[in-house]
C-alpha cells in the first residue's frame, strides 16, 4: 500500500502546491517517488506517511525537496556511441548539405546543457573535423539551461582533472590550458559556443532569444524528457521538432529513446544510439 501510495505522487503534488505554493506536478510519478525516497534516506524517515507530515510541516524540507528534482548531470563525450555516429555519419551528412546548398554555417542547440560539457564536447569534435574539411566549417552553438548557477560554471569553461575522463590526450593538449589542479577550455572554443539561461516548458516563447530564429541543424537533449509527465515531453519535443532545420537530427538520452519514437516526426538513423532525423527530409 505505501508503494501505490508513493508511486502516485498525488499527496507529494497536493502538499507542495497547497501548503508550500510549489508546483512539481509536471514531473513523472516514478521520479517523485525515487526523490521521495531519497529525501526519506536524508532525513531518516522510513514512513512515506511520516515523510508526508514532515513535508507538510517544514518549509525548508519542501525547499530542500523541490532543488532535488532540478537534476543536472553531464560529462564530456558522455555516450561514446553517440559521439562516434556524430563524427562519422552526423556532421559530414550536414557537411555535405551546407556545401550543396551553400550556406557554410551549422547551427547546433545543447538544450539542458548543465554544465557545459555537452556543447564543449560538440564543439571539440566539431574543431577537429572542420580542421581536415578543404574549407573550414563554421558553426555556432547555443547551450541553454533553466540554472543559472549552472550556466555560471558553463561559462566559465574550467573543470576539475577527475571530470575529464573521457577527453583524449590530443583534446586535452589542444583545447584546454591547465590551471593549477583545473583544466580550462581554449579561447577559441568559447568564441563558438553562446550560453544562456531558457526554460524548454516557456509557452511564451518558440525558441532561446539569443538564436534569433532557432533553424539548427542539430539539438541535442539528452537526460531532460525522462523526468517529466507525458504531456510535457510532447510539448518539449513539439518545440524542439519546431527549431529543427530542415534535414536536421535530434540526439537524446538512451533512456528516452521511446519517448522520442512515439512522439512522431521523427526517423531513428541507428537501431542502437538515440539519434533521430526529421521525417520530412529525405536523402
Known sequence: MQETQLLNGDEIIAVMRQVHGLDVSIYNETFLAKSVQRRQTATAIKEFV???????????????????????HSTFFRNPLTFSLLEQVVFPALFAQKKTSGQRELRIWSAGCAAGQEAWSVAILLAELSAVQDKPVSYRIFATDHSEA?????????????????????????????????????????????????????????????????????????????????????????????????????????TERQIVSTGGGLNAISPSASIFQHKTFRR
Request: aromatic share 14%.
Open 150 to 254: 549552472e550556466l555560471a560554471l558553463a561559462r566559465s569553461g574550467v573543470y576539475p582533472v577527475d571530470a575529464l575522463g573521457n577527453i583524449r590526450l590530443r583534446q586535452l593538449d589542444g583545447y584546454f590550458s591547465r590551471q593549477g589542479e583545473t583544466y580550462a577550455i581554449a579561447t577559441s572554443l568559447k568564441e563558438k559556443v553562446e550560453f544562456s539561461r531558457y526554460d524548454l516548458l516557456d509557452e511564451t516563447s518558440s525558441s532561446p532569444a539569443e538564436s534569433i530564429y532557432g533553424d539548427f541543424d542539430l539539438i541535442l537533449c539528452c537526460n531532460v524528457l525522462y523526468y517529466y509527465r507525458p504531456e510535457f515531453q510532447q510539448m518539449i519535443i513539439d518545440k524542439l521538432l519546431g527549431n529543427m532545420a530542415k534535414g536536421g537530427y535530434l540526439v537524446t538520452g538512451e
Open 50 to 72: 511520516d515523510y508526508i507530515r514532515h513535508l507538510s510541516e517544514n518549509r525548508l524540507e519542501a525547499e530542500f525537496f523541490f532543488k532535488s528534482l532540478n537534476i543536472s
